[in-house]
């Protein structure tokens, strides 16, 4: 808990605050933007979690169906109605917390990511229009292009600086989310696969008795696949803004100073050429790549166990 704060907190030292009304609106536009992805997800577990607890009223509350299947040492093959409804309320509730804890790691997660894109398109804008924001740095009525071009250095260097801590923030949010991540896509994989086979079992009739049930777990493979696509979607954004920075640097009158500061742009480009990842267990990066590729292996996975259970019928 105390990292996890420390990665909230650390965003509000000097370094990573926009430096003007411009770089404002970049910061207000990528958070609009998640907010837009975090309710979208919120609303996709919150109908996910309800169409599963009433999926055994669909299907016939007579039948005295959990929302998921347990066995209970205490409870008879055939409960009364007072043990049915406590059991029921019991994992209703159940399904409602692990929900809201759910998509609460979901979005704090998604939000961290997006802070490291944010922070990577300030420094882009920053080196873009490095000229200007040295002019600015200077506090002078109508400063000389001369002081101007020769104060660039020291907003280059503090343009290092701040990709020096994004990239260090970024670290320590692949060492806190580590092992998370991993049991995540693995999770996310098992969970796809089996889903995907429940669901080539199940009827596809919503009249039928299982309709209730091929419902639920139709909204539940698609809000699992938005969970996964969400973390690998943000994962992929931090690495695209990266390499926007060497790119937004080039375009700065970097031709015009003299060579120290072209040593110390030199020295930038190269280090930001190679792009931020977030790695799992320091192997693979989150990216749409690995989104594909867990897709690609739960579909496989399906039809195994889908040729295996026709074989033995």
């Not at 996910?48 to 347990?70: E, H």
């Not at 020295?267 to 931020?276: A, D, E, S, V």
């Amino acid at each position: 808990m105390a990292l996890a704060r420390k990665l909230i907190y650390i965003l509000d030292e000097d370094k990573f605050q926009p430096k003007d009304s411009k770089q404002e609106i970049i910061e207000e536009k990528l958070y609009s933007e998640w907010k837009i992805k975090a309710n979208t997800l919120l609303f996709g577990v919150f109908n996910t979690v309800i169409f599963l607890v009433i999926s055994p009223i669909i299907d016939g509350i007579s039948k005295m169906k959990l929302p998921f299947a347990a066995w209970y040492p205490f409870v008879p093959e055939r409960p009364s109605i007072a043990v049915y409804t406590a059991l029921y309320i019991f994992q209703a509730l159940g399904t409602m917390y692990a929900g809201c804890c759910n998509v609460g790691t979901d979005v704090f997660i998604s939000q961290i990511l997006n802070n490291i894109t944010m922070q990577c398109n300030l420094v882009s804008h920053t080196v873009e229009n490095l000229y200007e924001y040295s002019k600015k740095d200077l506090n002078l009525q109508g400063p000389s292009r001369k002081e101007a071009l020769k104060n660039m250095n020291n907003t280059l260097i503090s343009c290092m600086i701040q990709h020096k801590a994004i990239l260090q923030y970024s670290k320590e949010v692949e060492a806190f989310f580590n092992l998370g991540l991993l049991g995540q896509f693995i999770a996310c994989c098992l969970i796809i696969c089996m889903n995907m086979l429940r669901l080539s079992l199940v009827s596809i009739r919503i009249l039928d008795e299982q309709g209730g049930e091929f419902v639920a777990l139709l909204i539940y493979h698609v809000i699992i696949c938005t969970t996964l696509l969400t973390y690998c979607w943000h994962g992929n954004e931090v690495s695209v803004s990266s390499e926007k920075i060497p790119v937004s640097a080039y375009n700065c009158p970097w031709f015009e100073c003299d060579v120290k500061f072209q040593k110390n742009f030199l020295f930038f480009i190269l280090r930001t050429q190679k792009p931020i990842s977030i790695l799992t267990l320091n192997f693979f990066p989150v990216s749409l790549t690995v989104f594909l590729f867990i897709m690609r292996s739960s579909y496989s996975f399906y039809a195994v166990l889908r040729s295996t259970h026709e074989s033995n019928n």
